[in-house]
């Protein structure tokens, strides 16, 4: 099936399949937090299985087991750097999260900010892309003598766009870092980051090797997980993101950095395999050769390989050719195919955030934050309903089998910016897995939810804990 901009959409049929790949739906668990995390696929954990059979550390080894490791892990760098259009992996590194991946940045630069440069992010971003920052200004380079500012580009409250007039009166030729989240996990919003990179590369700040411009960080965590990423596109410096948002189990965040900054950039953790073969002496230590630069230490090598295979799974599940299955290989992974998965994935899950906007808008004293009905949010929708506590809410969908989550999802100064007291809202959000009855049995919980909250006050949860319904 296509929608009228041609872009293929699922079919309950090919829907009701993918779920079956899944261990949730047979505990009828309604799953609708999957900003915060997505649900691992039964498949993943096969493969880990069969994995374990050879398993060995990798860049370590002699024997058949390790250097099938190696590939094995060799080529998830390979099938990364494919699906967010990277031009190898000699630009990534592994992390443990999208936290971790943007603290390198912080610290591998740290030594390059000259007294008098600033930091430039919004107030619409994770902790993430926000609190490394204010530490570096406020907390770590005053102890070396050095004054940094880090400023704050503001949102317009009705809509959630970035204010791209305030961004571009920050940056100015002492900007010599932007930082913008590619999409809101609580507003939704998804900033044109075009628009972003044109302002930081006509600041005018001079680099240290004599080329003008700010460099762009972007925050993708949420925008990987619901759309193609294309870091050529966006010409991003650094790009971040973490798999436990797209299918994969916990434990893995990528940094994308261009080349020539990996090239000139110090190392963000020292010790082995970072080094060149044999290079270390007590005056002089060589660096190994990119992406490995970057990789201090075991990685964490079960997770990279799980990582790099529910991508490619991912594009059998939502793919067109059902003939041509990508998981379980190292076949180089085609370009159009990850487009097309992603580009499914992003019209399945928009049409089910419009749904939920549709449907909890409706509901009497409630507020949908961010863009309106309509138009392009990442799949989430985060809301308050007069007069009643999120957390309360976000419990009464639990005793509903309604999975969300309240709190300020780490978008803690958007919060306060939006005079939000406490910090909190109640946030439901969509992937591919989920069906328009997910959507629709949520929104009636927030119906039921509000409209008799001591109703659910006494309630137990639902209990998706005990033994599954047997298989069909
Ligand atoms: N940035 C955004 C926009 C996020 O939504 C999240 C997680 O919710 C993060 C960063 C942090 O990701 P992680 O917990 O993998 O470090």
Not at 12 to 22: G, S, V
Not at 343 to 352: P, Y
Request: glycine share 6%.
């Amino acid at each position: 099936m296509s929608d009228a901009q041609g872009v293929r959409t699922l079919a309950a049929r090919e829907l009701e399949l993918i779920r079956t790949e899944f261990a949730f739906p047979l505990r009828e668990r309604i799953v609708t937090n999957n900003a915060a995390s997505t649900q691992p696929p039964l498949a993943l954990f096969a493969l880990l299985r069969d994995v374990s059979e050879t398993y060995e550390n990798v860049h370590r080894g002699q024997s058949d087991a390790s250097i099938r490791t190696t590939e094995m892990f060799e080529a998830s760098f390979d099938t990364i750097a494919t699906w967010i259009n990277a031009p190898s992996r000699r630009t990534l590194s592994m992390h443990r999260s999208t936290t971790e991946a943007i603290n390198s940045v912080m610290y591998s630069l740290m030594a390059d900010f000259r007294d008098g440069d600033n930091v430039v992010t919004t107030l619409m971003e994770h902790n993430s892309n926000y609190v490394p920052w204010h530490a570096l200004c406020r907390e770590i380079l005053p102890r070396f003598g050095r004054s940094v500012q880090c400023r704050l580009a503001r949102f317009d409250h009705e809509t959630g766009e970035l204010d791209l007039a305030h961004l571009a009166s920050l940056v100015d030729e002492r900007t010599k870092l932007v930082c913008c989240t590619g999409g809101s996990n609580f507003l939704g919003t998804k900033p044109p980051l075009d628009a972003v990179r044109a302002i930081a590369s006509a600041s005018g700040y001079r680099r240290p090797d004599g080329t003008r411009g700010s460099l762009l960080l972007v925050d993708a965590a949420q925008r990987f997980a619901s759309s193609r990423v294309d870091v050529e596109a966006l010409d991003a410096d650094f790009l971040a993101f973490s798999f436990h948002k797209l299918l994969a189990p916990f434990g893995v965040g990528i940094l994308y950095a261009k080349e020539s900054l990996r090239e000139s950039m110090p190392p963000f953790l020292y010790g082995g395999d970072m080094i060149a073969e044999g290079q270390v002496y007590p005056d002089r230590v060589e660096y190994n050769e990119l992406p490995w630069k970057f990789s201090a230490g075991t990685p964490n090598i079960l997770g990279v390989i799980a990582s790099a295979q529910a991508l490619r799974l991912l594009v059998d599940l939502v793919g067109a050719d059902p003939g041509r299955a990508w998981f379980r290989t190292d076949d180089a992974l085609a370009p159009e195919a990850v487009d097309e998965a992603m580009s499914t994935v992003a019209a399945h899950a928009g049409f089910l955030t419009q749904r939920a906007m549709e449907g909890l808008s409706a509901i009497d004293g409630l507020h949908v934050y961010g863009p309106p009905l309509g138009a392009e949010r990442t799949p989430l929708v985060a809301f308050n309903v007069r007069g009643h506590s999120p957390f309360d809410i976000a419990r009464a969908l639990n005793a509903q089998g309604v999975e969300s989550r309240a709190g300020c999802h780490c978008a803690t100064l958007a919060h306060h910016e939006l005079g939000i007291e406490p910090a909190a809202s109640c946030r439901v959000s969509f992937t591919v897995y989920n069906t328009r009855e997910d959507v629709d049995l949520a929104v009636a919980a927030v119906r039921r939810a509000v409209a008799s909250p001591e109703a659910f006050r006494q309630a137990p949860p639902a209990d998706v804990l005990r033994d599954p319904a047997p298989l069909a």
